[in-house]
């Protein structure tokens, strides 16, 4: 690794000063951030702690105003260990649960999962430059895609590896990013970038932007969530696929939902025919099929990726049987 | 396992050699004066800060480069060298500690991230020559094989036992999810934290 200006800022507008000041990147628990440094991918002059300020802003979860407020340096364990979210925002619960491992969850923060970069192994090994290190190529379309995107994808065909932004994408989050003195809302949706926008980034965080926390509406009182993930092995492992579904049920009938995927797209992937298709369904109704086969439309795989097409809508429809019985 | 009933305190050693004239930048550690940025820092290399952290109950005051992980500090510079490193990359758990009560790879968390904080090692378990109740349990139930991985293994579980004292079998795979073993004693080792239900 090489070394580095450390910046412990006391407070937020410390830290956004120096970051409009600086090109400093931003460090929460480093458990990306770190990866990137040791290998070469990043090497920045300086890294900007901003565990150092102290701000209750960025540490705390709050209900208010119908909202959960949730700073970008709550850790995933903290996420996880919440009974607010476990009771209301269940998906969010069980996505930062399901992340990395017991030590990672200890140190990775909230601002971090949503802003680490792709693990496409391509763009982790130094020897590749591809397209999204300002190379001219993306060696995954010719070589081991197995992992890689079967929709939105290209010219770059990552998938994005939080599992906490597809849970905050089925919950309609806003992320509340800061650049020196004003802070804005901006629906996560529109946070991350496909690549065919910019192939380089995976947000829309530009100089001397950063996330302070999110926003979380609050559900209503029949709304029921979870998070499924497939990971092929138990230990520790990012999702091959995975389902975010929220949804309002009501003497056990569906009245309406949102389907968001993860592993699927280079940006968590809201499933707009898969959330259409799920009202009506429960009770006598059990159209499984026909709102798995409405999930991924358009999905065009790679050489090596098919299987993850029937294997979100098998996993969909597991979630959706769960939840109906929840 | 090499033990120490007083651990000889190569901080203090590491600290002169190191420090040498004086602790003019001390106060400033962890502080970014309102107006400072990096160049205006105090009279320290560009690249380092002090660090002022305790280990196994014993304070220690470093001069450290940013860079230096964790993992590096505790066994290049302060002699614990119980803990593993084997991936380096955040992915084995070998070289787990607590900082703070919570367990963390070490080789994957800034030196610096641990100013004004407590670190346990494996070391910080025993009592002079005894071992650890946890530690026997390994030993007695076979929770390992060539044991590199057992300090790491070791840390995570007494992690988890404080967190979850009477933790079920899906809590233990849970709870020890972050930390592999490439003999693969997995078996033994939830038979050793199994055995440490309601006898602490
Ligand atoms: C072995 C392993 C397994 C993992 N498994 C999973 C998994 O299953 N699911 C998952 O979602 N993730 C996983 N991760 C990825 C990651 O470590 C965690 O997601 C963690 O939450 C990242 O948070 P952090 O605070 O450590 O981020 P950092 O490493 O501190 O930062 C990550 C990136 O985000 C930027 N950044 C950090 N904070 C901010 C901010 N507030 N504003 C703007 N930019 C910021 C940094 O500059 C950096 O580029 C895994 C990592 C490892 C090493
Ligand atoms: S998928 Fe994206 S990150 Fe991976 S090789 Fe292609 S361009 Fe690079
Ligand atoms: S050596 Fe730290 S996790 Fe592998
Ligand atoms: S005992 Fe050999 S790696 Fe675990």
């Not at chain 1, 619960?93 to 200890?106: D, G, K, S, V």
């Not at chain 1, 591809?130 to 992992?147: P, S, V, Y």
């Not at chain 2, 060539?146 to 992690?159: L, N, R």
Request: aromatic fraction near 6%; proline fraction near 5%.
């Amino acid at each position: 690794m090489r070394n580095f200006t450390y910046l412990q800022p006391e407070n937020l507008k410390q830290a956004a000063k120096a970051l409009e000041k600086n090109e400093a990147m931003v460090m929460g628990g480093g458990t990306d951030l770190l990866d990137l440094l040791k290998m070469d991918i990043a090497a920045p002059e300086q890294v900007l702690n901003l565990k150092s300020a102290g701000d209750a802003e960025l540490r705390t979860i709050e209900e208010k105003d119908d909202k959960l407020r949730i700073g970008g340096l709550v850790t995933l364990a903290e996420l996880a260990a919440d009974d607010r979210l476990r009771r209301s925002y269940t998906v969010l619960q069980e996505a930062a649960a399901a992340a990395a491992t017991p030590q990672l969850r200890n140190a990775g923060t909230l601002g971090g999962n949503l802003c680490q970069r792709p693990r496409c192994w391509y763009f982790r090994d130094p020897e590749f430059s591809c397209l999204r290190k300002g190379g001219d190529t993306c060696f995954a379309i010719d070589g081991r895609n197995k992992f890689h995107c079967v929709v939105g994808g290209g010219p770059c065909y990552i998938v994005h590896p939080s599992d906490t932004a597809v849970a905050l994408l089925a919950l309609g989050a806003e992320v509340r990013v800061r650049k020196g003195g004003k802070t804005r809302s901006v629906p996560i949706g529109e946070f991350f970038v496909l690549p065919e926008v910019d192939p380089q980034r995976e947000t829309i965080l530009g100089d001397g932007e950063f996330v302070v926390g999110v926003e979380v509406p609050a559900p209503g009182r029949d709304t029921r969530s979870s998070y499924t993930k497939f990971k092929f092995r138990e230990g520790w492992d990012f999702a091959v696929v995975s389902v975010a579904l929220v949804m309002d049920k009501a003497g056990g009938i569906v009245r309406g939902g949102t389907v968001a995927l993860g592993g699927v797209a280079p940006v968590p992937w809201l499933d707009a025919g898969g959330s259409a298709a799920l009202a009506g369904i429960g009770g006598q109704d059990r159209r499984l099929d026909a709102f798995a086969g409405a999930l991924l439309a358009g999905a065009e795989p790679m050489t090596e990726n098919e299987f993850k097409v029937p294997l979100t809508r098998n996993l969909a429809k597991r979630a959706l049987v769960e939840l109906l019985d929840r | 396992m090499p033990t120490r009933d007083k651990p000889v305190d190569p901080g203090r050693r590491t600290f002169i050699k190191t420090l040498g004239v004086g602790v003019a930048g001390a106060t400033a550690v962890g502080a970014m004066g309102p107006e400072a940025d990096a160049e205006e820092s105090p009279a320290l290399p560009a690249g380092t800060q002090i660090l002022d952290l305790t280990v196994n109950g014993k304070r220690h005051r470093l001069h450290v480069e940013s860079r230096t992980t964790l993992a590096e500090l505790l066994r290049d510079e302060l002699g614990f060298t119980g803990t593993k490193v084997a991936c380096n990359r955040g992915m084995c758990g070998t070289c787990t500690v607590l900082l703070d009560g919570l367990a963390v790879y070490s080789c994957h968390t800034l030196a610096l991230d641990a100013h004004g904080k407590q670190v346990l090692t494996v070391e910080g378990l025993m009592k002079g020559e005894e071992l650890h109740p946890l530690q026997q349990a390994f030993v007695d139930h076979d929770g390992l094989q060539c044991g590199y991985c057992t300090p790491g293994q070791v840390m995570a579980a007494e992690a988890l036992l404080r967190e979850n004292p009477e933790p079920s079998r899906a809590d233990i795979e849970a709870g020890m999810a972050g930390n592999l073993c490439r003999c693969g004693a997995y078996p033994k080792i939830i038979e050793s934290i199994e055995s440490m239900k309601g006898g602490r």
